[in-house]
């Protein structure tokens, strides 16, 4: 195995130690967070989340992944390019927010959630978070990924103390204060990292609109930041739209244990991310079979470890989550997919097929959106035609991806045979 194999996954380890304690973070604050919120008000609670995460991936109008690559190729033009992220963030987050507010009346019943609450999830997720990402998009490409992840772990940090806090009160309407302390904890994550010097965003007066070249290259990229967190995110959004409020709760909270455990493909995709836009990978073609092998390996062993741990993982979230003993196994078919599409998408990105990893993911969304719609007409609103519609959707995605990177290793070998000299 090459060297950069080897530093890969010395990479892989680093970041994992952090994205460990994401996880960490994530699932007590997941297990709490359902101790505080009886199934339908978390039903509520994803389907708007995920709608606010949605319109914050389109937020920096794709300019955090124009960073990191820009600064991957030259690390002097990270200051340049961050001067017209930020303003093009500006715009961004003013447009997605109307998106968003328009999204969440279609998605959710009306009264469902306070319109205060509503607004502090645009606040975090849509107006905060995305000059997070900047300046951890900047820290990637200086291959810093460890420290760009920290960054993005903050919020999940101070969400964290919030359900603690709010359990020990134990208000009567927890639902809208925990978005009170959603927002308040994107905002003292901020602060922290401005502080404490972390944050590598320019002076305000030099900031700028980006001039029409640098938005043709970057709202390419904005697409592809939705195609790909549109696939972990939509499924809650239809959850709360198609399903009974419990059932929606029920499957949120499962579609929410298999996010976190996938979480280690995103940790070799992270470190993979700035060798591949550096395109070392066109010298190793060991680096993407190794990718591959272990996303496979990965997902196959994690969805068998979920199907065993299911009678303790559903014991964790108390007696109103009970189903989630019969939710978790059927969605575990769908994991081995899930790691193969997040590794699939990231590779076609940075190896110069991005409109086709758009492309993949668009079928994925079109696929998942059909098939939920279709299964869940006529029938009683329960979680399972979702759950077939998610991992139709996952497999399909991951299959095409890798056929679409098979071909163009194929073709590529056959270039390289064709000009070497005998």
Known sequence: MSLAVGSLARATIRTSGILALRLLLVASTLILLTRLLDPADFGVFAGITALS?????????????VVMRNVAADTSSGARTMEYAAGATLVGAALMSIIYASAVAWV????????????????????????????????????SVARSQVLLILPLAFRLLAVIAL?????????????????????????????????????????RLPSIPEWKDALGYACLNLTATAPGELDKALSARLLAADAAGIYSTASRITGAIVSPIT?????????????????????????????????????????????HLAGLFGPDYASLEFTLPLLAIAVPGMTLRLSGASTLMATGRPIARACIEGVGLSVMALVAILATTGLAPHAWPLIYAVTASEWSMAILAWLTIAGRCRRGQATTRQTTPD
């Not at 809208?176 to 401005?194: K, N, R």
Request: hydrophobic content about 55%; aromatic content about 10%.
């Open 108 to 143: 959710v019943p009306s009264g469902a959630l306070p319109l205060f609450a509503i607004a502090a999830l645009a606040i975090a997720d849509v107006v905060l978070h995305p000059f997070l990402q900047l300046t951890s998009g900047r820290l990637l490409g200086t291959g």
């Open 53 to 65: 995460v949605m319109a914050g991936s389109m937020a920096t109008m794709g300019t955090h992944l």
């Open 167 to 207: 359990l020990g009160f134990a208000p009567q309407a927890p639902l809208g204060l925990y978005c009170l302390f959603y927002a308040g904890a994107s905002l003292a994550a901020l602060a922290v990292c401005w502080m404490s010097g972390g944050t590598t965003l320019p002076s305000l007066r030099s900031w």
């Open 267 to 311: 940790a070799l995709m992270l470190s993979a991310l700035p060798r591949l836009f550096s395109m070392q990978v066109t010298r190793d073609r060991h680096l993407v079979p190794a990718v591959f092998a272990a996303s496979l390996f990965y997902g196959i062993t994690a969805a068998g470890a979920l199907y065993l741990a299911t009678p």
